[in-house]
């Protein structure tokens, strides 16, 4: 049985299976609608944050497939609090047939993954968030019509979505830069697991604290908030150290004059990012925002129905 914990887990192979399938699937669904591939199927969804892109998408994705996806709320099961994480893993895997689950801790992924008696899919820790990860990466494949030796750049902090995009690009053949400021960089084992997985596919990590080096030829420049959820008593401290990596009009002048802009949303407006470039002619932010509809059914299919080995 297959879960979908961090895209450090997935091979290059089952990575780009995934790809092929969110593509075979969003090419179905343009022609007049996805067969019901998951038909009978239930995925329960347990959400400690709010969401409008995941929680939508994955129910969209379920019910396009013949699928239903059921809503359990952050005060219905308290998870880790009324009933521990093991116990509502061992229940609710008897009634449903995967699991998704938008969380603060990642411990409770990997709890809910050890005594899950189907699937789990992290819908976003604050360790990783590997469904927006590989969304970015299929919207960058569509965009380019290529992934190895694409050269992405992200800028701010360095969160969850910068986990995961450094483990996509890694196991792809992707260059990645990363520019944020001192004291919010990635984990060291985070870069020592990208490094390795770099060494195989042949791609290059740079790590910098100059917001214009770290853009400077990108073919892709992607941001996201500079205060995540749980942050929130950083955020004055945190507003104070990132101006200088907005991605606005200068910043973005030293990429590629073709490059494309990426965020995950929600955005911060006038703050990681200016309306100018969020709405300009280079921004992809809302196809990516569509393309995590048909990632989230690529990942389905692979966890579900196609026995992938």
Known sequence: M?????IADLSPEE????LNRARQLKDEWRSGGNKPILKGKVMGMIFQKPSLRTRI??????????GQALYISPDEIRLGERESVPDVARVLSRYVDVI??????HRHIVELATYSRVPVINGLSD???PCQGIADVFTI????????GVKLSYVGDANNVAVSLLFAATKLGMDFTIGHPPGYGLPSEVLARAKEFARRSGSRITVTHDPIAAVRDAQVVYTDVWTSMGQEAERAQREAVFPPYQVNATLLSYARPDAI???????HRGQEITDEVA???QSVLFDQAENRLHAQKGILAFLMVDQFA
């Open 100 to 105: 998704m689950a938008r969380v603060f801790a």
């Open 15 to 18: 990575l780009w299976h995934i």
């Open 141 to 148: 494949w569509e965009k380019l019509g290529y992934l190895k």
């Open 57 to 66: 998408s994955f129910d969209v994705a379920m019910l396009q497939l013949g």
């Open 127 to 129: 360790y990783s968030h």
């Open 261 to 267: 802009v990426m965020h995950c949303l929600p955005a």
């Open 279 to 281: 709405d300009g002619p």
């Open 2 to 6: 297959k879960h979908l914990i961090s």
